[in-house]
C-alpha cells in the first residue's frame, strides 16, 4: 500500500474514534472498549499484507498502474506479464472474517441465520459490483451496509447489529471478491487482493455503516 493511502486510513480511524463513531458500534455489538484498538490496529497494520494464493493466466494484457502495486510478500520481484497473482489481504479480508467467527461465538445467533444472511447479502452485492479493466472490482459504497442492515433487522431483530456487521463484511467478500475471481483474469491486473487494499476497498467501512444502520 503507498504511504499516502496509509497516511489517509489513519486520520479516518481518528476522525472515527474522535467522533464517538466507534464507541457506538462497541456497545451496539456488546464489545469491550479494548476491543476497538485490538480491531483498529489489526486492520491498519494487516492493511499492508497481502499474502499470495494462486496466480491464474490472464487473458488480457497485463499493463502496470501508475500508482504503486501493492506488497505481496513470500513472492518473487519479477512477475510474468501473462499471469495475474491472487492475494488475500490480512486487514482487509482475514480480519474481519476473524472478528465475524468471533461475534457468531459471543452472540446467539444460529446457523440458519448467519447462512441466510450472509447468501443474500452476496448475490446483492454480486449483482451490483462490476470489474473495473486495470483496477479491480468496484461496487456503490453504500449497498452493502444498507442490504446488511435490512437483512440483519428481518432475521435477527434482536441480534441486529452483529449480524449486520457479519453479513455486511462476509457478503462482500463473498460476493464482490471471490464470486467475481473468474473476471479478474479479463481485467489485466498483475495483483489481485482479495480484501483489496485493506479497509479502502470498503469492507472495513461496511462493517460499521452496517452496525450503525441495524
Do not use: W
Not at 428481518?154 to 467475481?180: K, Q, W
Not at 473468474?182 to 487494499?197: L, W
Amino acid at each position: 500500500m503507498p504511504l499516502i493511502y496509509l497516511v489517509l486510513l489513519s486520520v479516518l480511524f481518528i476522525i472515527i474514534l474522535q467522533l464517538g463513531i466507534f464507541g457506538i458500534v462497541l456497545a451496539k455489538l456488546g464489545l469491550s472498549p479494548d476491543s476497538a484498538g485490538l480491531l483498529l490496529g489489526s486492520t491498519l497494520i494487516g492493511s499492508l499484507i497481502n499474502l499470495p494464493l494462486f496466480t491464474i493466466t490472464a487473458t488480457a494484457e497485463i499493463t502496470l498502474p501508475k500508482f504503486p502495486l501493492p506488497r505481496v510478500f513470500f513472492t518473487s520481484a519479477t512477475m510474468p506479464r501473462d499471469k495475474t497473482i491472487i492475494a488475500i489481504n490480512v486487514g482487509g479480508a482475514l480480519v474481519p472474517v476473524f472478528f465475524s467467527v468471533y461475534l457468531i461465538f459471543l452472540h446467539s445467533l444460529s446457523f440458519f441465520q448467519i447462512i441466510s444472511a450472509i447468501t443474500l447479502v452476496a448475490i446483492v452485492c454480486f449483482y451490483f459490483s462490476r470489474p473495473i479493466k486495470g483496477l479491480g472490482i468496484g461496487m456503490p459504497i453504500f449497498v452493502a451496509p444498507f442490504t446488511a442492515a435490512v437483512v440483519a433487522l428481518m432475521i435477527a431483530p434482536s441480534n441486529s447489529a452483529p449480524l449486520a456487521y457479519i453479513c455486511g463484511t462476509l457478503g462482500v467478500l463473498i460476493g464482490a471478491d471471490l464470486f467475481r475471481i473468474k473476471d479478474i483474469k479479463h481485467m489485466g491486473v498483475p495483483i489481485a487482493s482479495i480484501g483489496g487494499a485493506g479497509t479502502f476497498d470498503g469492507i472495513f467501512f461496511t462493517g460499521i455503516i452496517a452496525v450503525l444502520l441495524a
